[in-house]
């Protein structure tokens, strides 16, 4: 039996990187899982992954700034499978952040306000939604995808950060406001991931620039994450809340010259 059999779980963002392994693994460990995602023909690949490897998932078209929209996709998780017991709140702008999310002085306020809407706002209007129904069934598990750039600066996408830093806060809200009534919320906070995504937009030298600086011998894979998400969802996490797990390999753990000196 699995660490989640007969739960039941959402996932936004479930189309392709940390969203497909993490909907992926919480139905082989016996989660009934929506796969949420405004990539509709993602999400159902997805699905259709789970369901041909003996799991249970459905689909689900979400739109995270759309306030409706992540409202109807919580409704349909309960409408499916009659409750609600984890929320796995993992979708992000990213498409905002690989090329519209300027420095600060060249920042454009309308990429800071969509940043926010759909990071920030989406996941509370989420959270909103959900909670109601995770206490209808006892109590439940929400976890919130922040990012190492919510909890250090770098060069570039500040509204990213930013939004992310607010999540970590978020998440301290919800489970100090709902605790009692045995909803427990925690955020995991990823490093560098490879995924299609920093694929995509990464080249080989930042990569290796990066691996300098993991105390790990490899970069993260989405699978990293998702382990970490059954652990938060599942009764193993029962006494934590209102925590953020680093699940970067690391790379915030030392001191800045640590790479350097290794490699001196």
């Known amino acids: 039996m699995g660490r989640l059999e007969g739960k039941i779980a959402v996932v936004t963002g479930a189309a392709g ?10 139905a082989a460990e016996g989660a009934h899982t929506v796969a949420a995602d ?28 759309d306030v409706e929209s992540v409202r109807a996709m919580v409704a349909a998780a309960v409408e499916t499978y009659g409750g609600l017991d984890v929320l796995h709140n993992n979708a992000a702008a990213t498409h905002l952040a690989a090329r519209r999310d300027l420095a600060v002085l060249e920042a454009d306020p309308a990429v800071w306000d969509e940043t926010l809407r759909i990071n ?8 909103q939604a959900a909670v109601p129904h995770l206490i209808a069934r006892g109590g439940g598990s ?3 995808t922040s990012s190492g750039a919510g909890l250090a600066g770098d060069l570039r996408n500040p509204a990213y950060g930013a939004s992310k830093a607010a999540l970590l806060n978020l998440t301290q809200y919800v489970a100090t406001q709902y605790g009692k009534q045995g909803v427990r919320c925690n955020a995991i906070a990823p490093g560098f991931i490879v995924t299609p995504a920093s694929t995509g937009s990464a080249h080989g030298a930042i990569w290796e620039a990066m691996l300098r600086h993991h105390l790990t011998p490899r970069l993260g894979r989405p699978e990293d994450v998702a ?12 006494f934590i809340t209102g925590h953020t797990l680093r699940v970067d390999g690391g790379l915030l753990a030392h001191q800045p010259y640590v790479a350097d000196l290794r490699d001196a």
């Open 17 to 26: 990187g940390i969203g497909a392994a993490t909907a992926r693994r919480l």
């Open 38 to 65: 405004l990539d509709s023909d993602g999400a159902e690949a997805v699905v259709r992954e789970i369901r041909a490897a003996g799991g249970s998932a459905t689909a689900v078209p979400v739109d995270l700034g």
């Open 120 to 127: 920030l706002r989406g996941t509370m209007v989420a959270v």
């Open 142 to 144: 929400v976890i919130n």
């Open 227 to 238: 382990a970490a998400v059954v652990f938060l969802a599942s009764d193993e996490s029962a």
